[in-house]
């Protein structure tokens, strides 16, 4: 019986230059949404042009993408509004329904490449720990 050795880091690694491109896009639809005068809008031309460059993201990237996200996802909060509708047929009374505003919908849109490679981006980093904790304790 052959067993085949899967490496997490190149793992993680292949999966986070594989969702590269799609948060690349992602960020040209958002430069589009948030303009060059907001900071939103820089933030969003440098990372994307950190992602551009290829290889890993850096420091200052990783601190950039995570302020992009955070900035995306409180403008998606603030355009968001549920509302409660009353059902007689329903047993727990009725329901609630979420409405968007247009541009929350659009950030909306915009924001899962970015959390799924922001997510990759943290696998990597917890496959690098393991291996440097794996090496410490193997010395």
């Not at 019986?1 to 880091?9: A, E, H, K, R, V």
């Not at 190149?10 to 590269?20: I, N, P, Q």
């Not at 949404?33 to 939103?40: F, H, N, T």
């Not at 919908?105 to 496959?127: H, K, N, R």
Request: charged share 20%; proline share 1%.
């Amino acid at each position: 019986m052959t067993s085949t050795y899967c490496d997490p880091l190149e793992t993680a690694l292949l999966r986070f230059f594989d969702l590269r491109n799609a948060a690349t896009a992602a960020l040209a639809a958002l430069s589009k949404l948030a303009g060059d005068s907001d900071a939103l809008g820089r933030r969003v031309l440098r990372l994307r042009s950190a992602l551009q460059a290829g290889g890993m993201l850096d420091a200052a990237a990783e601190v950039e993408l995570t302020l992009v996200l955070e900035t995306v996802e409180a403008r998606i909060a603030a355009g968001t509004q549920q509302h409660f509708v009353s059902d007689e047929h329903c047993v727990s009374g009725g329901g609630y329904i979420t409405h968007l505003s247009r541009d929350a919908e659009q950030f909306s849109t915009a924001v899962l490449p970015l959390q799924q490679l922001q997510a990759a981006w943290q696998d990597v980093q917890t496959a690098r720990e393991t291996e440097r904790a794996l090496a410490q304790l193997r010395s």
